[in-house]
């Protein structure tokens, strides 16, 4: 049973910064790929960051996101338990003020060139907001 668990979500200045974490358990590290996306009122889900937990495939971020958000993993992976990856945001805008969710997809048998963050993403956590002002 795959759970995943947002948490970090915040309200912050423009400029400021924050760091979202994504608690999951379920599924073999190894064997997954996590995406953080956001969803802002009246607009569509938008792909923000997506990485390879296996670190075989690129780690992939949206144009609008690159060279403010890091996508990363807790150094401390296990294959039994909770692991948790981060998305750090700096230089937050306004236009980054949305409801925040991570998701994960078993993608180790997905071929190797494929953009992680293009995924139909399976398991999903309830979303932690972040408001920008």
């Known amino acids: 049973h795959v759970q995943l668990v947002e948490s970090g979500g915040g309200s912050v200045q423009a400029g400021g910064s924050l760091t979202l974490s994504c608690t999951y358990s379920?599924?073999?590290?190894?064997?997954?790929?996590i995406g953080w996306f956001r969803r802002a009122p009246g607009k569509e889900r938008e792909g923000v960051a997506a990485m390879d937990m296996d670190s075989v495939r690129s780690t992939s971020y949206a144009d609008s996101v690159k060279g403010r958000f890091t996508i990363s993993k807790d150094p401390r992976s296990v294959d039994n338990g909770e692991n948790i990856v981060y998305l750090q945001m700096n230089n937050l805008k306004s236009e980054d003020t949305a409801m925040y969710y991570c998701?994960?997809?078993?993608?180790?048998?997905?071929?190797?060139?494929?953009?992680?963050?293009?995924?139909?993403?399976?398991?999903w956590g309830q979303g932690t907001q972040v408001t920008v002002s």
């Open positions: 998701a994960a997809e078993p993608c180790a048998l997905y071929e190797l060139e494929g953009d992680p963050l293009r995924y139909a993403y399976t398991y």
């Open positions: 379920g599924y073999a590290y190894k064997e997954v790929c």
